[in-house]
């Protein structure tokens, strides 16, 4: 049997606050302790287990710190996870929306070729028959593609950084959390 790896992510925050609020213009970090945990868990895909050890500076630390700590992280990683699950609803939504309005394009466009293909073929001389054939076969395609791309697009690409986020909030609020001060 495999012995599962774990990825440790040390985050040293001048106040356990910054673990949540970006720090202030003094700190050495730029982003929240939770923005850089997520680009550190993001890096690793593959990864399933992470231990994040908070580093704090001396006299920063209380006993209860852990816990508290702990639990508002879940909280906040299952809002986040809801808030993510949510826009995937409001998205698929709206995917179907534009795959109806797509379709009723794409069918307005072939009846209107069809009308074209069927005036072309009624007996005008052949350089106008063959324009119109030309026009019709590009209108009904090109329509068509254009009134479909917004739905395939939704359908094929646009969900994916809402299920990124749900499983990356829940590698957080999985991860073994330890803050310690440094001695």
Request: with cysteine; charged share 25%.
């Amino acid at each position: 049997m495999r012995k599962e790896q774990v990825h440790e992510i040390a985050l040293h925050l001048d106040d356990i606050k910054y673990l949540f609020a970006d720090p202030g213009p003094d700190s050495d970090m730029f982003v929240s302790g939770l923005d850089y945990l997520y680009s550190e868990i993001k890096a690793y895909p593959r990864q399933e287990k992470f231990k994040v050890i908070i580093v704090l500076p001396q006299g920063n630390f209380s006993d209860d710190q852990d816990d508290k700590t702990r639990q508002k992280l879940k909280r906040f990683c299952s809002f986040k996870i809801e808030e993510s699950r949510r826009e995937l609803i409001a998205l698929h939504r709206q995917g179907v929306a534009a795959l109806l309005i797509g379709l009723v394009v794409l069918l307005t466009c072939v009846l209107l070729a069809f009308a074209f293909s069927l005036v072309a073929q009624s007996g005008v001389n052949e350089i106008l028959k063959a324009l119109s054939q030309i026009i019709t076969v590009l209108f009904a395609a090109s329509a068509g593609w254009v009134a479909l791309w917004m739905p395939a697009e939704i359908f094929l690409y646009d969900w994916w950084p809402f299920r990124q986020d749900m499983r990356i909030y829940k590698q957080i609020a999985n991860a073994d959390l330890i803050i310690r001060e440094i001695c």
